[in-house]
């Protein structure tokens, strides 16, 4: 059991470093795009920053060792003019250091923000490209956490990429080849034992605080999507006085953030003294090897601060290696969560001939229509019906037989798995999916509305709409008296959702939304069957006006806002079981009749 552990972690230990390869080669192109000059002329430039700094930053100390050996001597004038000048050449040189740094910052500065809002939007498209079954199945909270920590990481590691882990190694490299030089190949050699022990450990402890973070990371998305599903069923919490049962599930969930987060907490500082301890033993070694060289008459005093010096700057590096690699390894676990989105293929996709549809007759056909959600459950199951243009068709049935199914199909949310849908001929899947949406008008059972004013709301049907056109679409919707009446007009903020307005009144912000994109397809998703019987009858004049000229797909609930259909058809489990005017499946007495008496008894009751 033991060695069956040992081989699945280490495989995932392969399968983390090959993600944080794939990682780098995808963010690799950010910093030398073909076609963007501008870029790499900063990123050259900041290079040659970069090695200016680095160079004047080697040299300094010896400038320091002149002046110490200067002091050192008799105080004859001239030398201690020379340590006078010495002094001044080593500030500035560290000036110049610092300069070069802040140079290189502020060059490279505009290439890391341009990679991170690129990235950014190509996640953002990326996201609303994924399918209905993939958004379905994701939870809202937990998915914007994962683009945010992958985001913020995209500057951080394009910065440290270039300015970290390879400007270390120049200078330690550089500082070596002094100390050997200068002094003695033992340096070199405990300067080496020193980087080699302090590296190794740094790397081993920041792989275990790496698996500690994926786990802080869980629990953190976890306790964000609880926060933000609870706050998006507000009305559902309160329903059901379950506010203390929500805030006892959040707690759960932050504790066992709390937990992981300690574990990381408590990680670090062992990997901090660690850090101190190995390279506080090598500075000691080194000073002593230094002192007694100095007592030996072999190095003088600056050459005993020169040494000093060079340790401490291998030092500080150092320490930054640590913070360093541990952030680049969080980093790419949280942009390895973020490429994994990226990855996920499109399930719904346009072909690489895909043409606009052209909708001239607004013909809608379903040929032997197959379909399901779960490969082990059918919902739709060899369909056929056709919608001549601009006619009105409805489609009833019990919950479960498929309905709002046909509508999903039509919009392309997800491709039907046999038969075809055609729109005057055209095959959906043969037409780009943008052109298909703009085609189709959909009022769906409850209309969600952005967090934002009434005019932007029904502003969206139709980018550029111009306040005459909002107002127009507003009256056809029937809605435009009830928005004047209110104190701010078009201005008033309808809340998240649109809980600031009614069932009726979000209903008709929708419909008037939906006329104002002025589609020649129109689906009507149980549009109604969330309002009162009042209600019902103002929508239902709303969408008859909506549907003047159109080709009308209306899937109910309640039968009575259908009876004016030119057509009805009726599913069962899947299949068309009946069809035709509402009179005539009434004479039938068949499936259609049964719905209609049993929603008749209903509303008496009511």
């Known amino acids: ?27 690799a192109p950010y910093l030398w795009p073909k076609d963007q000059a501008w870029v790499k002329y900063r990123v050259v430039l900041a290079m040659l920053a970069l090695l200016a700094s680095k160079a004047i930053a080697v040299y300094t100390p010896m400038l320091y060792k002149g002046a110490v050996d200067a002091l050192a001597e008799e ?34 500065a505009k290439v890391a923000q341009r990679a991170l809002r690129q990235l950014a939007l190509e996640t953002f498209e990326h996201i609303h490209r994924l399918s209905m079954r993939y958004h379905i199945t994701r939870k809202t909270g937990g998915l914007s956490r994962i683009i945010e920590r992958g985001v913020k990481g995209v500057e951080f590691l394009l910065r440290f990429m270039l300015f970290s882990i390879g400007p270390l190694i120049l200078e330690l490299l550089l500082i070596g080849v002094i100390l050997a030089v200068v002094f003695d190949i033992w340096y070199l050699v405990v300067v080496a034992v020193t980087i080699g022990t302090y590296v190794a450990f740094t790397f081993k402890v920041t792989e275990w605080r790496v698996k500690l973070r994926r786990q802080m990371n869980d629990q953190d998305t976890d306790a964000n999507q609880k926060a933000i599903d609870s706050l998006l069923n507000f009305e559902t919490v309160k329903y059901f006085g379950a506010e203390k049962r929500e805030a006892a599930r959040y707690d759960a969930a932050m504790a066992g953030y709390e937990e992981a987060a300690l574990k990381t907490s408590y990680s670090l500082a062992f990997l901090n003294f660690g850090q101190s301890f190995l390279i506080t033993t090598g500075l ?112 009833v049935g019990a919950s479960g037989s498929g309905k709002s199914t046909i509508g999903r199909l039509l919009f392309r949310f997800y491709d039907v798995q046999g038969g075809a849908l055609r729109i005057d001929g055209q ?77 009726g009144e979000k209903q008709r912000v929708g419909i008037a939304r939906t006329l104002l994109k002025n589609p020649p397809l129109l689906l009507l998703d149980e549009a109604t069957s969330a309002l009162d019987t009042e209600t019902e009858q103002d929508i239902k004049e709303a969408l008859a006006h909506a549907g003047q000229g159109r080709t009308v797909i209306t899937i109910a609930h309640r039968l009575s806002t259908i009876a004016e259909a030119d057509r009805i058809v009726v599913l069962e489990n899947g299949e068309v079981v009946e069809e035709g005017t509402h009179s005539d499946l009434l004479d039938r007495r068949g499936r259609y009749a049964q719905l209609w008496q049993r929603q008749l008894s209903e509303d008496a009751v009511g």
Do not use: C
Request: no cysteine; net charge negative; hydrophobic share 45%.
């Open 1 to 27: 059991m033991a060695q069956w552990h040992t081989a699945s972690d280490e495989e995932l230990a392969r399968n983390e470093q090959r993600s944080g390869w794939r990682t780098v080669r995808k963010v």
């Open 75 to 108: 105080a004859v004038s001239p030398l201690v003019l020379g340590a006078v000048g010495l002094t001044i050449a080593y500030g500035l040189a560290r000036l110049m250091a610092n300069g070069f740094q802040q140079l290189r910052d502020a060059v490279f």
């Open 284 to 395: 000691v070694v080194v000073m002593v090897m230094a002192a007694n060289g100095v007592e030996n008459g072999t190095l003088t005093v600056g050459d005993f601060v020169m040494v000093n010096a060079y340790m401490i700057q291998i030092t500080m590096p150092l320490n930054f290696l640590g913070t360093v690699y541990r952030e680049i390894r969080q980093s790419l676990v949280d942009m390895g969560e973020m490429f994994d989105l990226l990855g996920q293929p499109s399930e719904v996709s346009d072909k690489p001939d895909a043409k606009p549809v052209d909708v001239s007759k607004g013909r809608i056909e379903l040929d032997s229509v197959a379909f399901g959600y779960d490969p082990e459950r059918a919902i739709l199951k060899g369909v056929s019906l056709t919608v001549e243009g601009g006619k009105t068709v409805a489609i």
């Open 427 to 503: 095959d959906v899947r043969d037409v780009t999916q943008e052109s298909l949406h703009d085609a189709i008008g959909v009022v769906p059972q409850d209309t969600v509305l952005f967090n934002d004013t009434i005019r932007y709301n029904i502003a969206y049907g139709r980018d550029g709409a111009t306040e005459d056109d909002i107002i127009a679409a507003a009256k056809a919707a029937q809605i435009h008296d009830f928005i004047a009446s209110l104190p701010e007009g078009y201005e008033t903020a309808v809340g998240e959702r649109g809980l600031k307005l009614s069932g």
